[in-house]
């Protein structure tokens, strides 16, 4: 079974940067598809950036030139590289690795607060 654990959160000015990044432990073969999400207070989680195993990637458009993803794959680790930070990217992000059967496993979370 995978866990992931993320990192890198915290508190940043407007136009500042954070990178993110996501650990996994166990085997991660089976997951053809790596993103992070991300939850502001009172919203629905939502999508920042997914990347497929062949590379194919798609972000929100809200970040999209500013945010981007990648990945190191013999550290098995997932990484978001955020710049130009807003105070409406201010979220709990969370990282996730997903099967070809569409099953997703979840990191805990880690808190990104922009201030004005």
């Known amino acids: 079974q995978v866990q992931l654990v993320e990192s890198g959160g915290g508190l940043v000015q407007a136009g500042g940067s954070l990178r993110l990044c996501c650990a996994a432990?166990?085997?991660?073969?089976?997951?053809?598809?790596r993103g992070w999400y991300r939850q502001a207070p009172g919203k629905q989680r939502e999508l920042v950036a997914v990347q497929t195993s062949s590379g194919t990637t798609t972000y929100a458009d809200s970040v999209k030139g500013r945010f981007t993803i990648s990945r190191d794959i013999a550290a098995k680790t997932v990484y978001l590289q955020m710049n130009g930070l807003k105070p409406e990217d201010t979220a709990v992000y969370y990282c996730?690795?997903?099967?070809?059967?569409?099953?997703?496993?979840w990191g805990q979370g880690t808190q990104v607060t922009v201030s004005s």
């Open positions: 432990s166990g085997s991660i073969s089976r997951f053809n598809t």
């Open positions: 996730s690795l997903r099967t070809v059967t569409g099953a997703n496993s």
